[in-house]
């Protein structure tokens, strides 16, 4: 009896181990790809940086050198833009629906939130393209900020809700017992409280938003100089990549990937932000 | 948190100064003003030199011109939304009717489209029409088909698939081959015909002449069809085509201006269609194709049209010593004539853009 | 989670007795409400605003070609031939591929993160799996373009012909780009979503459960098949969903790798094409109303799609936790806490 358990114990601990292994086999093989990604674009990058790729515009066809200045202060006008359209509409409503989470109208727009978080960004690019590039007859800036902050806001909204929900009601009803009102409450004690948190959840969405391509060819579309106003097309990092990477030039690729580089660390450095941000206040 | 977001927006705000401060500058008469043009691929080492040469020659005009291909240059400036276009597929009849404005051709260069190839060991290769036509038809599969070696006595020819590439996008080079293609072949006219977005039976879609030339460039064993300029830059081997004096002649600049020059000067100057495919010089290479910037007749504001008008005035006079730079035929005198005559056609509320002494 | 019956609009009024001396709230409260409300109803416009726009785009299309549309094998617009079979073949194909490839190393990640791997492994491969997840679509496009396909060219696709080669699947033009290609970046790119997304699911399998398990004598492993896993199944089906939804969607990477060629042939090795990848291909050049409408339709079905998968992920995740799980995951301390 005793015997048999063993054995049947130890069976079960060397399906236990054998378990271990496959998950560090499968950490295994998911990191190849990705790291040999990362490696890479930290390369290649850091090889093709250079002084000029920060401060230079682009030469013209097939003659190298030159950078990708305008395309850098492109995507932060695009993306600071963006966010200016999307964050504060987003907590706005992402407290909103926090704060009245059962009535209907809440439902509709949870639901709206979730299904347009689910949108192709291809699509969000037709569909501004068809409604301001070809009515204001200019691909501009504006229109492809406009597209990047219709990505972002569902993003914001669900995460201000979902933060603000996890605020305890005792707090709510110990405010509405000292006489604070709806909106008191919704600024001092719920965005106070999940403050880090959504401010954190700003900037990853922020940071998605960073490398979004495909909204951008058809409203900021691309430019050689700099833009002269937010009316004008704007060159992007994101677009620069993909023109840069579908070219026969060696030096385009490079720059291509120095982009990259540059692209992933926007990114990184947002993400890193934003776990610094909720690490904050539990460590003091 | 209310301060800490306001942080946030700030910070965001502050990321924006550069561009808005740029687009209200002290004076507004300082600011560039910008031309956006889009369209064909096979002029854009061109147009993009002389945009960057132009912002010398007039520091108050930025002329931004991407190449997005020859169909969507059409569609984009027929919908506005760009100041100009460029094909190298002059719009159809049912085109112009069917278009929104008035659009004036201006022809602008003259590119030659190659075969461009990727044979390790082998840097020649000479094609006829028909069995050019017959391997992207997919009919001629392999590099050591008899009908290949034929044309190539003495070459030593891979016993390997050949792998077509070919455009995704509408594409005026398209065009100017598969109008050749039709021209010689009745297999392919009856069964593909001529087009900027034909359907390819064989081959990899890739986008742009750019994508083309990067796909040969990195596949062995590819064969695919670039304007000259992106197979020199890109170091690719380039096959001698046959031309109507059954001449083999490879693409050199030499063999395109032959071609230019060759063009039927009265067809020119009545502004019917120019072709320069199958040229009858006998040193022409025999795949050429004229490229047109596309310009609203009228423009929607005065000052850009003016700048635009004077931008292409420059490109078909000053602009053309850049174009042998980049192995662009240099426009013949009878199209330069004719681009003369359409940029005096360009008006503003009815006043004429180009200044009359011009 | 309870709902404070002062939460409801209706009975606000009589939870805030204004104290004496303090300004009139009620007109602040009203309006701050009222732009609350705003903010949240643009969310429901913006969205009738994408879907009537794709539609009405699309009307022609739909008109014209009615059914017809769908399972038509012509992609041929300067003749009119407009089918959108090869688009919709290639999406299905790259995602499934990706899907099969990923979702048994995403769920390996996921379990290796929450219950089986080593403790101390476990927080940095977790920042990193959640790095990847925010690498834009376009790097992991220059990766594949510039890196991967080659790769596939020189001595993957040759291979796998060698050796699987029996499959039709596995043979054709060994050219590098094409469908294999795509199904690979699109593997890679959801790998890191299907796994945090998992991971979070995993982790609100409360802890008491698995605390009872070990403490009945269970290894950790039966804990995670007998204990977990039965409780975390809608959960990880609907993370799976989502990466569906994310790779379908997917335009750039795809766009830069698939072979662009409007075709239905078995092998996995010749280029395709998908619905996301056409439209970015297309869509500006397009000249004739037909096509500019069958572009839109393709994208009125791409919509329908991820509609229709990430409703039922969300139905499927949400009961687990709340459906914006993906991002909350890193936002909320609280969960920290039990790794």
Known sequence: MRAELDAAYSGRTLAARAATAASCVAVAIAMVPLLAILLYVAQRGLGALSWSFFTRLPNPVGESGGGMANAIVGTLELVGLASLMGIPVGIAAGLFLAEYRTTMLTRVVRFSADVLAGVPSIIVGVVVYATVVVRMQHFSTLAGALALAVLMLPLVARTTDELARTVPDSLREAALALGASRWRIAIHVVLRTAGPGIRAGCMLAVARVCGETAPLLFTAFNNRFWNESLGDPTSSLQVQIFTYTMSPYDDWHAQAWAAALVLVAIVVVLNLAARRVLRGPKAA | ?358 | MNEPAALTPSSRSTHAPRPLGEPSHALVDRSLVALGGGAACILVVVLAVVAAVVLDLALPSVRALGFGFVTGRQWDPVHGDLGALPFLYGTVVTSLVALTLAVPVALGVALFLTDLGPLPLRRPVAALVELLAAVPGVVYGLWAAIVLAPLLRTTVEPALEAHLGFLPMFRGPKVGVGLLCASLVLAVMILPTIASLSREVLRAVPIELREGGLALGATRWDVVRRIVLPHAKQGIFGAILLGFGRAVGETMAVAMVVGSRADITGSLFSPGYTMSSVMANELPEATSTLHVAALAEIGLLLFAITFAFNVAARLLVSRVRGPEAALVRVVTPRLEEHT
């Open chain 2, 1 to 358: 948190m209310i301060r800490a977001l306001l942080l946030v927006l700030l910070a965001t705000g502050l990321v924006l100064a550069p561009g808005c401060s740029r687009s209200s500058p002290a004076g507004t008469e300082s600011s560039p003003r910008v031309l956006v043009g889009a369209g064909a691929t096979l002029p854009y080492p061109l147009y993009s030199k002389w945009a960057a040469e132009y912002a010398r020659v007039d520091p108050t005009v930025r002329v931004n011109y991407q190449s997005i291909g020859s169909g969507a240059g059409i569609r984009q400036v027929e919908g506005g939304v760009v100041d100009f276009g460029a094909t190298d597929e002059p719009m159809s009849e049912e085109q112009i009717r069917q278009s929104p404005i008035k659009l004036v051709h201006i022809p602008t260069t003259v590119g030659a489209v190659v075969f461009a190839f990727n044979l390790p060991g082998l840097r020649d290769l000479a094609l006829s029409a028909d069995v050019a036509a017959a391997i992207f038809l997919g009919t001629v599969q392999r590099w050591d088909d008899e009908r290949l070696r034929a044309l190539n006595p003495g070459r030593v020819l891979p016993s390997e698939p050949i792998i077509v590439v070919h455009r995704a996008d509408g594409s005026g080079t398209s065009a100017a081959l598969t109008t050749y293609f039709s021209m010689h072949d009745e297999k392919w006219s009856t069964t593909v015909g001529s087009g900027t977005s034909p359907r390819f039976p064989v081959g990899v879609g890739t986008k742009g002449n750019e994508g083309v030339t990067a796909f040969v460039k990195a596949t062995p064993l590819s064969i695919g069809y670039v304007e000259l300029v992106y197979a020199k830059q890109a170091g690719l081997s380039m096959a001698q085509v046959r031309n109507p004096a059954g001449r083999f002649v490879a693409p050199t600049l030499d063999a395109l201006d032959a071609a230019a020059r060759s063009v039927n000067a009265s067809a020119a100057t009545s502004g019917e269609r120019v072709m320069l495919l199958d040229s009858a010089d006998e040193s022409a290479y025999p795949i050429a194709a004229l490229s047109y910037v596309v310009v609203p007749r009228n423009a929607r504001d005065r000052k850009k049209g003016e700048a635009l008008a004077k931008f292409l005035w420059w490109a078909v006079h000053h602009g053309q010593a850049f174009a042998r730079e980049l192995d662009y035929a240099a426009l013949p005198s009878p199209l330069v004539g004719r681009a003369e005559r359409a940029l005096r056609e360009l008006r503003a509320d009815g006043h004429e853009l180009l200044p009359a002494g011009s």
